[in-house]
């Protein structure tokens, strides 16, 4: 068994490693080494943990046990998964990580001797509050990672689900919670504790049910924050430095990259993570898109286009995921470039369904991060652009943004592709994007709809060249 100065010392040095790690996956160049940091100093804290383990015949038994199955599940589904999957796989993945630390507050609660926290009725105050919040805000990551997974997966509607006196509601629920953690931990009684899991599990679903799906790459990292922060909790509960450690850096991480998403977006940080405060039902008033006249073409137009300008800027989104058009997508730039005509990527904050989504696509393709620009970064350089070429991105392109104020997505910040000389829009169809707002770039005289999978019509355009 390692000593406690030990397990001390090399649980600092995981806690050095994953902060080394958020540092290097904080830019694209730096990510492969962020990356090798974060397993390195995983694989210490693993390691010394197995070695923290008192009678290796049976507790050490179980943990291997469990670390395969849980470890084959994991692995699999990585392999299995689609990169269009990927945002809904994390918020799956953080419903684990709150249910784990709800388990883990129950374990505590009705065996604390095994985690030195006292006896049953009696466990140490600091103990049980900390044990309170971990499995309070563990419930609430649970419950609305689910909702969000079902949101992002298509099973439930992307739109906001309002009903009259809901924030009240949230309010009243939320103070409930603090009063049964209160009482809990004057009187000890289980029932108190059983009533405090399941509110929290409730607070969850009533959290996000009204946030709309223009916002859930932002409710995706508030909820990696709350999977930190539950991590946190209960690392206090079982003096376990490693998990308070990596759970506030997720938790701190996450509040941080939430905030700024919501800054980019000019949204409310605090009306998101109190459950779209503030958020309206009403629906856009843009004029039905059946009535509007819209230009399409082929491949061959949009060719013709490409081939006489002397500037391209792509915008992907969702649909170039959905379509994997990314490799297809740097041939079509490869060919663009070697004809002197220059290319930039223009990416959304919230393109995607997650932070960092098309970048991820992007660099998957090996597309050169000098290429790859952030909306504040090109924005102005669509008025001097010949031609736009957006594929599958709708929302963060939608010119009511800055129009309609009854529209769900008005006030965020959008690219402002309408300023191009020309606009290629990759689509199936005519749908709305995934905030259910019609986009009134469709209709513009200067945009060419191409109408197609994003893959096959870049595939296309490549051939036409």
């Not at 809904?88 to 990580?97: C, I, K, R, Y």
């Not at 689900?161 to 809990?184: D, E, W």
């Not at 409710?219 to 922060?229: A, D, E, Q, T």
């Not at 736009?388 to 402002?416: C, E, F, H, R, W």
């Amino acid at each position: 068994m390692i000593s406690i100065n030990l397990l001390a010392l090399f649980y600092l040095i995981s806690g050095v490693l994953f902060i080394l790690a958020l540092r290097g996956l904080s830019s694209p160049e730096t990510s492969r080494q962020g990356n090798f940091f974060g397993i390195l100093g995983m694989s210490i804290a693993v390691i010394v943990t197995f070695l923290s383990i008192g009678n290796f015949s049976t507790s050490f038994l179980y943990v291997i046990v469990f670390l395969l199955i849980g470890g084959s599940i994991g692995a699999f589904i990585a392999f299995k998964i689609p990169m269009t999957a990927m945002p809904e796989l994390v918020a799956g993945f953080h419903s684990l990580v709150g249910l784990a630390a709800v388990f883990v507050a129950i374990s505590a609660f009705i065996n604390p001797e095994a985690f030195n926290l006292g006896f049953t009725g009696n466990i140490k105050l600091a103990s049980l509050v900390e044990m309170s919040i971990g499995a309070a805000v563990g419930a609430i990551t649970f419950s609305g990672s689910i909702i969000a997974f079902l949101k992002l997966r298509g099973i439930m509607s992307g739109a906001p689900i309002i009903f009259p006196g809901q924030h009240i509601l949230n309010l009243l629920i939320l103070i409930s919670i603090v009063v049964l953690t209160y009482f809990l931990c004057t009187t000890q009684n289980s029932n108190l504790f059983w009533s405090l899991i399941a509110i929290s599990f409730l607070v969850g679903i009533l959290l996000i049910i009204p946030i709309g799906g223009a916002d859930m790459p932002v409710v995706i990292s508030m909820l990696n924050s709350y999977s930190g922060w539950a991590a946190a909790g209960i690392g206090f509960t079982l003096e376990n430095t490693a998990l308070i450690i990596t759970g506030a850096l997720v938790g701190s991480s996450g509040a941080i990259l939430s905030y700024i998403m919501c800054k980019g977006m000019n949204r409310s940080f605090f009306s998101v993570i109190l459950g779209g405060f503030g958020g309206t039902d009403q629906i856009s008033k843009s004029s039905n898109k059946e009535q509007k006249p819209v230009k399409s073409g082929n491949s061959d137009d949009a060719a013709f286009l490409m081939k006489n300008a002397s500037s391209v800027i792509i915008v992907p989104g969702y649909g170039m995921a959905v379509a994997q058009a990314q490799h297809a997508l740097r041939e079509m730039v490869d060919t663009l470039k070697k004809n002197g005509i220059k290319v930039s990527y223009a990416i959304h904050p919230v393109a995607g369904r997650m932070p960092g989504h098309m970048n991820v696509l992007l660099a998957e393709a090996n597309v050169p991060y000098d290429e790859v620009f952030e909306l504040e970064e090109i924005n102005n350089d669509f008025a001097n652009c010949d031609v736009a070429y957006v594929i599958g991105a709708n929302d963060v392109t939608n010119p009511v943004a800055k129009t309609d104020p009854q529209s769900p997505i008005y006030g965020m910040p959008i690219l402002d592709v309408e300023k191009a000389k020309s606009v290629l829009f990759v689509k199936r169809s005519l749908s709305p994007g995934y905030a259910g707002v019609d986009n009134d770039l469709f209709y513009r005289e200067n945009t060419l709809m191409l109408f197609a999978d994003a893959k096959k019509m870049t595939e296309d355009i490549i051939k036409s060249f």
